[in-house]
């Protein structure tokens, strides 16, 4: 039985030391702040494709579209997934009706949502 006052007093004591050392004034570290460095200024000389890049921004007439680049939407329209283990490769899952390369085959409960993540039982 004598356990108990001496655990209540080491406690007291406890409380009594946290609460002094929190109301301490918390002592500002010397700390030695540099000057300010001044940088020397960097000399960049202007490459063949930055003057290419002035030039057009100087020209007055839109450049023409190459026609040999395949339209990127033309390009997504076309994308045809084999099954959802493919497009969960791809990092594309879930396909939402109407996004490229869904199809209602792929879409086992017709929600219009192909390939969701799977469902914990």
């Known amino acids: 039985m004598r356990a108990v006052p001496v655990l209540v007093a080491a406690l007291m004591l406890g409380l009594m030391g946290g609460y002094a050392w ?9 700390v030695h702040v540099p000057a ?8 960049i000389r202007e490459s063949p494709s930055d003057q290419e890049w002035a030039s057009r921004a100087l020209q007055k007439e839109t450049p023409a579209i190459e026609a040999r680049r395949a339209d990127p939407a033309a390009v997504e329209q076309s994308a045809y997934y084999s099954g959802c283990r493919e ?5 594309k899952a879930p396909l939402y009706a109407g996004d490229p ?21």
């Open 22 to 30: 929190s109301s301490m004034a918390p002592s500002t570290p010397n």
């Open 87 to 91: 497009v969960r490769a791809a990092g």
């Open 101 to 121: 390369g869904y199809r209602p085959e792929m879409d086992g409960d017709g929600d219009g949502i192909a390939c969701e993540p799977y469902r914990g039982m």
């Open 36 to 43: 300010a460095i001044t940088p020397k200024p960097i000399e």
